[in-house]
């Protein structure tokens, strides 16, 4: 069974930067993609961030670009994100999630996009951020 893994997030000082990992192990088991999304109180789930293994390509919302960076390790199903300069806005429940290779085709032939919740099989529990100034 794949089990998602985050790890890191606490408090973090309104303008640091907010440094997650996430591990997928279990299986067998490989993704094509990782990514990032998170909760704030009250609001509904919200995509963060996404890697593309195969063609390197990362995706990011637009409430973080240019402050987030995302990468990681395909082989260890391993994915990271730094979030710089935080904002009350940022705090938030962070979840990982991965996307299975065995659906990889099926969601390039429907052109899922890397921003959908629906491409990732697997979710981890979620990782408390709170931004505090």
């Known amino acids: 069974q794949v089990q998602v893994a985050e790890s890191g997030g606490g408090l973090v000082q309104t303008g640091a930067s907010l440094k997650l990992s996430c591990a997928a192990s279990g299986g067998p088991f490989a993704s094509f993609a990782m990514g990032w999304f998170r909760q704030a109180p009250g609001n509904e789930r919200e995509f963060v961030a996404a890697i593309s293994w195969s063609a390197g390509d990362t995706y990011y919302a637009d409430s973080v670009k240019g402050r987030c960076t995302i990468s990681g390790d395909r082989h260890k199903n391993s994915v990271f994100l730094r979030v710089d300069s935080v904002e009350s806005e940022d705090t938030a429940v962070y979840y990982c999630?991965?996307?299975?290779?065995?659906?990889?085709?099926?969601?390039?032939?429907?052109?899922?996009?890397?921003?959908?919740?629906?491409?990732?099989?697997?979710w981890g529990q979620g990782a408390r951020v709170t931004v505090a100034s």
């Open positions: 999630a991965a996307a299975d290779s065995l659906l990889q085709s099926l969601h390039q032939a429907q052109s899922t996009p890397y921003q959908s919740e629906g491409l990732y099989n697997y």
